[in-house]
Each structure stands twice: as structure tokens, then as C-alpha cells.
């Protein structure tokens, strides 16, 4: 499976923007997906999760209530809604699949994942 991520852009502070991730070949309809960012010269971090039937969800904290990690299995698409931008959400944004449950503890960490996109940039200005 290729996860093909879009949706990013140049934006102003407070401003909101919506990102995709959809398969180039394949299905991910049964798959955890999440969200990870990797500003310059820092370490790809976590962003939010969603389980393969939406039915969970989990997120950083420094994201919680800004975004929304969801899904249409009937469109094979996975979204991150990011309201309220600031500069600091300045980042590549990257999507992740694997297989089995979504369990907080390993949602966060980069090797639980088969599958990656090859990244959107999202730019916020002050």
C-alpha cells in the first residue's frame, strides 16, 4: 500500500486546513491510520490516530480540541481537520497504516507502522 497524503499549504495564524491520505494502490479500510509531523530539526511527532472503523480516536495533547482525525471507508480516505492553526504546527504532516487494534500506548511510535505517505507541507505565518 502507498499513502498518498495532500491538502497542506501556506496559511495565516488561526486559520484552518484540511488533510488527506489515500492509497495509491490498495485498501486501508482496515487499518489504523494516524497522523505524524516533522518540523526542521526536530523528530517526527505524533498527531493524532484514528481505529480502522473510526469508532476511536486519540491525539496528542498538543493538538487536542484543534484537530480531528476522521474517516470515509466508502472513499478509502483518511482526514485531519486543523482548526486554529498557529506557527508552531509548522511541520511536514505525514500519514501512517497498520494493522491491528488502536492501543494508545503504541499509537504514538513510528515503527507500529507499515505503511507511510511521502508527506504534505503545512505552513502557518504569524
Known amino acids: 500500500v502507498q499513502l498518498q497524503a495532500s491538502g497542506g499549504g501556506l496559511v495565516q495564524a488561526g486559520a484552518s486546513l484540511r488533510l488527506s491520505c489515500a492509497p495509491s494502490?490498495?485498501?486501508?479500510?482496515?487499518?489504523?491510520v494516524s497522523w505524524f509531523r516533522q518540523a526542521p530539526g526536530k523528530e517526527r511527532e505524533f498527531v493524532a490516530a484514528i481505529s480502522w472503523s473510526g469508532g476511536s480516536t486519540y491525539y496528542a495533547d498538543s493538538v487536542k480540541g484543534r484537530f480531528t482525525v476522521s474517516r470515509d471507508n466508502a472513499k478509502n480516505t483518511v482526514y485531519l481537520q486543523m482548526n486554529t492553526l498557529n506557527p508552531e504546527d509548522t511541520a511536514v504532516y505525514y500519514c501512517a497504516a497498520g494493522q491491528g487494534a488502536l492501543i494508545r500506548i503504541t499509537a504514538t511510535q513510528t515503527g507500529r507502522y507499515r505503511y507511510w505517505g511521502q508527506g504534505t507541507q503545512v505552513t502557518v505565518s504569524s
Open positions: 494502490g490498495g485498501t486501508i479500510t482496515s487499518y489504523t
